[in-house]
């Protein structure tokens, strides 16, 4: 069965980076996108980027461009989201999701809980 | 890239029916037939339950359709049931990348 599996909470201080990791299982890895997604305790989601698993081409929504990169391991299966220069607003819980195309997420991992503070 | 817009909450009794409303631009909801929904219950990850702005998974029960009209996306809950209770977002393309809106909650009163 599919399995999307992220790393533990992180806590953070302001300006700081962070790299949260997402390790798939059940499928293969490198056949489908994995996006990431964010949530701010009580708001709603915000995209913020893909990464195909195949090529390690990568999109970034705009306001994360040049903050935010996404890598992956396809030896293990697993895709990685770093952001740098982490604000106190950042404090989200930050998901990962496989793409079966066009926007088709059908399986998420658990999120990654990230809180920033001094 | 501004969010799609639907509406804060909306509330119904249980069997009948509510309509979410995701209004974009001709840029992302009007330009391309790549609209899906998701289901997210408190401390859940969200749930895909319409793709491609009409199609089901497998699983999701058929009283959830799909629908567009010009730049608003529709999502339609028949028969009502206190599980249907939860957010639920759109998420557009527009062209190479992905936008959320806003996220709608839904109350069975």
């Known amino acids: 069965q599919v399995q999307m599996v992220q790393s533990g909470a992180e806590v953070k201080k302001p300006g700081a980076s962070v790299k949260v990791s997402c390790k798939t299982s059940?499928?293969?890895?490198?056949?489908?996108?994995i996006h990431w997604v964010r949530q701010a305790p009580g708001q709603g989601l915000e995209w913020m980027g893909w990464i195909n698993p195949n090529s390690g081409g990568t999109s970034y929504a705009q306001k994360f461009q040049g903050r935010v990169t996404m890598t992956r391991d396809t030896s293990i299966g697993t895709a990685y989201m770093e952001v740098s220069s982490l604000r106190s607003d950042e404090t989200a819980l930050y998901y990962c999701?496989?793409?079966?195309?066009?926007?088709?997420?059908?399986?998420w991992g658990q999120g990654s809980l990230v809180t920033v503070s001094s | 890239q501004s969010a799609p817009t639907q509406p804060r909450s909306v509330s119904e009794s249980p069997g009948q029916s509510v309509t979410i409303s995701c209004t974009g631009t001709?840029?992302?909801?009007?330009?391309?037939?790549?609209v899906s929904w998701y289901q997210q219950h408190p401390g859940k990850a969200p749930k895909l339950m319409i793709y491609e702005v009409t199609k089901r998974p497998s699983g999701v029960p058929d009283r959830f359709s799909g629908s567009k009209s010009d730049n608003t996306a529709s999502l339609t809950i028949s028969g009502l049931q206190a599980e249907d209770e939860a957010d639920y977002y759109c998420?557009?393309?527009?062209?190479?990348?992905?936008?959320f809106g806003g996220g709608t909650k839904v109350t069975v009163l």
């Open positions: 999701a496989r793409d079966l195309g066009w926007g088709k997420f059908d399986y």
């Open positions: 059940g499928y293969t890895f490198t056949n489908y996108r």
């Open positions: 998420c557009s393309y527009t062209g190479n990348n992905w936008v």
């Open positions: 001709s840029s992302d909801v009007g330009g391309y037939n790549y």
